[in-house]
T-cell receptor, first 115, second 112 residues
């Protein structure tokens, strides 16, 4: 079974631009969560989608948005990029919503650098 | 709110040494507790979990016991290998559909 696939692996953008990151979950998984990982803040939850509906949202500004398609693939978008958005963005899928009852399966992440 | 506190790293050990990584938590309910591991260049993967007090999770020689009285879930391994070098994250999930809350991670380096 293929794992969680994130594309692209690396991105370099300029301040003020926008970016879209893509995540394909494990086949059959309906929940997709996004996390931002930085050395200073660690792993911070962005949002979770389940069956095309946003179930949970973290404490990030409105510049961060996401969506999920009917095939469970998900995208996240960051508009008006800031230097502080430089991070590893991790996507995780699971069969059910939330992390308590079924483990999260993570992709290898997209490394975003904003210059 | 819910939170997880891990010991600061990095931790450097010689091969076959004993490992302990401390983790304590704050939660309003009765959380499930997890340890995830991140190898270089990869995403996180679940190492072990425990869903109720006094449960012991174990995998690949690693163990952690859910201690409600001390709100702790310390990770231990009796004899580490070079291949255990990675970043270890303690995490909790409280209610059924709430997202995982992670600690900041502890980097472990094992030298031969």
């Amino acid at each position: 079974k293929a794992g969680v696939t994130q594309t692209p692996r690396y991105l370099i953008k300029t301040r003020g631009q926008q970016v879209t990151l893509s995540c394909s979950p494990i086949s059959g998984h309906r929940s997709v969560s996004w996390y931002q990982q930085t050395p200073g803040q660690g792993l911070q939850f962005l949002f979770e989608y389940f069956s095309e509906t946003q179930r949970n949202k973290g404490n990030f500004p409105g510049r961060f948005s996401g969506r999920q398609f009917s095939n469970s693939r998900s995208e996240m978008n960051v508009s008006t990029l800031e230097l502080g958005d430089s991070a590893l963005y991790l996507c995780a899928s699971s069969p059910t919503s939330g992390g308590k009852n079924s483990p999260l399966h993570f992709g290898n992440g997209t490394r975003l650098t904003v210059t | 709110g819910n939170s997880v506190t891990q010991m600061e790293g990095p931790v450097t050990l010689s091969e076959e040494a004993f490992l302990t990584i401390n983790c304590t938590y704050t939660a309003t309910g009765y959380p499930s507790l997890f340890w995830y591991v991140q190898y270089p260049g990869e995403g996180l993967q679940l190492l072990l979990k425990a869903t109720k007090a006094d449960d012991k999770g174990s995998n690949k020689g690693f163990e952690a016991t859910y201690r409600k009285e001390t709100t702790s879930f310390h990770l231990e391994k009796g004899s580490v290998q070079v291949s255990d070098s990675a970043v270890y994250f303690c995490a909790l999930s409280d209610l059924g559909n709430t997202p995982l809350v992670f600690g900041k991670g502890t980097r472990l380096s094992v030298i031969a």
